[in-house]
C-alpha cells in the first residue's frame, strides 16, 4: 500500500496532467454528456460493422443462437441442433469449430476501405461472452485458448491501421449464461461481482491494448448504470485513457442511457429519426436483413440490395448521421462473395459521390417535399442534392433552392455543366444529362452540386 506521502504525490500529479489536459470530466452524466465529440465521428459518416463469434458456428437463425437455444427453448432451434449435431452437444462444444482458417485481415481492411469505410467495428464480444481476443478474465472462452488460437481483435486491429481506418470495439456489458451475471441479476443488481471481476476489467484491457478509436457498448439493457459502473468508465476513459482525446462512444451504457447519455446516439438497431435530430447519431443496419451474424442458409431476397444501402445511407447522412453497415463472417473467417459485392457496390458509388457525403452536414431542408425522391447534405456554401430516381421526362424539379444570377448545377463523375432555369413558382428545373444509362457515372442515386444556391 502507498504511504501518505506517495497517495499525494500521486493526486498532485493526476491534478497537474488533468489541468495540462483540458477540462477534467467527472463520473455523473451531466458531465460526461457535456463532453465534445470528436470531430473525425462526424466526417467519417461511413462505417462497417462486423460480427463475428462462436455464434458463427451453428450460423443459424442469428447471433443470438444461444440464447433462442437455450435460454427460450425455441423448439426450431432445439430441432437444428438435433439434426446437425452430436447427442448432448453443448454452447461451448462449438468454440473448437470457430477456426478462422481463412481469416485473412489484410484482405479485410482492403475490402472496408474499397468499400469507402472511414471506421470498422469489431464484436470483441457479444452477449455470449467468447471474447474475440486473449482476455485475463475469460479462461478456456476465448479466442487464443481455444478456436482459431489468434489474437483476433489485434490482428484486424493492426491490418486497419495500416490504412488508417479508424478502429471502434463492440462489447456487450452482460453475458446471458455467466453465473456471476445471473447471480447479480437474481440480487436485483445490488451485488456487483460480475461487472468487478469480468465486464470492467475487460474494458480497461480493451482500451490499454488496442487503443480504440471507438468503444461501442451494448447488452446494457437490464441494469442500471449504478450497477454497471458505466460513469466511472467513462469518466476514466475521457480524463485518463491513452485515447481520452480522440476516442468515440456511443450511447448503450445503462437500461435508460440509450437516446439519453453517451457520446453519440445509437438509440435503437435500424434507427430511423425521420426529422432532423439535435445530437449526433449513428444508424446500424446490416446487409443481412434477418441478421447480424452468419446465417448459411441466408436467401438473395433476404439481403439488402446496391439501391437500398444507397439510399439508406444517403438519407441517413441527410438527418446528419453515420451509417454502420454490418457483415456477418463464416466461422473460417470468409466474408461470402455477396457481402463483399454489396461492399464494393457501396465504395464504387463512393467514388463518384464521396464529395456530397464525407465531412457534410446537414442542410437548411433535408428532403424535397414533393413527389421527387432528394435529398440534401451541404459543405459550407455548396448545396447538393442527390436524388434516387431518374425522372422520365429528363427534367428534376427541385423546390428548396433559391437560385440566383451566379448559380451553377454540375453533376458529381459527369464533367458538363447543366443547363437549368427558375421553376414557375419557386425552385429551379434543372436538365439532366442526355446520355444512355452505359453512360452515367453510377447505376442509381446521382449527385447535383449546387452553387450559388440559398
Known amino acids: 500500500m502507498a504511504s501518505l506521502g506517495e497517495a499525494g504525490a500521486l493526486l498532485l500529479l493526476l491534478l497537474v496532467a488533468g489541468a495540462a489536459g ?81 481469416f485473412s485481415p489484410r484482405y479485410w481492411a482492403w475490402l472496408f ?110 441494469g442500471p448504470d449504478t450497477y454497471w459502473n458505466s460513469t466511472s468508465f467513462l469518466a476514466w476513459l475521457y480524463n485518463d485513457s491513452p485515447v481520452k482525446d480522440t476516442v468515440v462512444v456511443n450511447d448503450r451504457w445503462c437500461n435508460n442511457c440509450s437516446c439519453n447519455h453517451g457520446g453519440y446516439y445509437n438509440c435503437a438497431d435500424k434507427y430511423k429519426p425521420g426529422t432532423l435530430p439535435q445530437h449526433k447519431w449513428e444508424m446500424c443496419t446490416s446487409i443481412d436483413k434477418l441478421s447480424w451474424g452468419y446465417r448459411s442458409n441466408m436467401q438473395v431476397n433476404e439481403l439488402m440490395d446496391e439501391s437500398s444501402i444507397i439510399s439508406e ?10 451509417y454502420l453497415l454490418n457483415v456477418g463472417p463464416t466461422k473460417e473467417g470468409v466474408i461470402v462473395p455477396i457481402f463483399q459485392e454489396r461492399l464494393l457496390s457501396l465504395g464504387k458509388w463512393l467514388h463518384v459521390n464521396g464529395e456530397a457525403i464525407y ?59 447543366l443547363k437549368w432555369e427558375k421553376a414557375l413558382y419557386k425552385g429551379l428545373m434543372i436538365t439532366l444529362p442526355y446520355v444512355p444509362p452505359s453512360a452515367l457515372p453510377v447505376p442509381c442515386c446521382w449527385t447535383l452540386k449546387l452553387e450559388g444556391v440559398a
Not at 451531466?30 to 465534445?36: I, M, Q, Y
Not at 447427442?87 to 481463412?102: L, W
Not at 442542410?363 to 455548396?382: F, L
Not at 430516381?389 to 448559380?407: A, D, Q
Open 113 to 222: 476501405e474499397q468499400a469507402g469505410a472511414r471506421y470498422v467495428v469489431l464484436t470483441t464480444k457479444h452477449h455470449e461472452g467468447f471474447t474475440n481476443w486473449g482476455s485475463p478474465v475469460s479462461w478456456n472462452w476465448n479466442s487464443v485458448d481455444t478456436g482459431p488460437h489468434q489474437d483476433l481483435v489485434g490482428k484486424l486491429g493492426q491490418a486497419l491501421r495500416e490504412r488508417n481506418i479508424r478502429y471502434g470495439l463492440y462489447h456487450s456489458l452482460l453475458e446471458w449464461f455467466n453465473p456471476l451475471y445471473l447471480d447479480d441479476k437474481k440480487n436485483g443488481f445490488k451485488t456487483q461481482n460480475f461487472v468487478i471481476s469480468k465486464t470492467m476489467p475487460e474494458l480497461y484491457d480493451l482500451v490499454l491494448r488496442y487503443k480504440p478509436d471507438l468503444v461501442w457498448s451494448d447488452g446494457d439493457w437490464e
Open 359 to 417: 465531412a457534410s452536414k446537414p442542410w437548411r431542408v433535408q428532403m424535397e417535399n414533393t413527389t421527387i425522391d432528394a435529398w440534401y447534405t451541404s459543405k459550407g456554401s455548396t448545396v447538393y442534392a442527390i436524388f434516387l430516381t431518374w425522372p422520365e421526362s429528363g427534367v428534376l424539379k427541385l423546390s428548396s433552392p433559391i437560385p440566383s444570377s451566379s448559380t451553377q448545377v454540375t453533376m458529381l463523375g459527369f464533367s458538363e455543366t
Open 22 to 102: 483540458g477540462p477534467r470530466y467527472s463520473p455523473d452524466w451531466p458531465s460526461l454528456d457535456a463532453r465534445p465529440l470528436p470531430a473525425w465521428f462526424d466526417q467519417a459518416k461511413v462505417g462497417v460493422f462486423v460480427h463475428w463469434g462462436v455464434f458463427s458456428v451453428p450460423a443459424y437463425g442469428s447471433e443470438w443462437f444461444w440464447w433462442h437455444w437455450q435460454g427460450e427453448r425455441r423448439a426450431d432451434y432445439e430441432r437444428f441442433v438435433r439434426e446437425h449435431y452430436p447427442p448432448n452437444t453443448s454452447y461451448a462444444d462449438f468454440a473448437s469449430r470457430f477456426t478462422a482458417r481463412d
Open 313 to 322: 445511407l444517403v438519407q441517413t447522412v441527410s438527418f446528419g448521421g453515420n
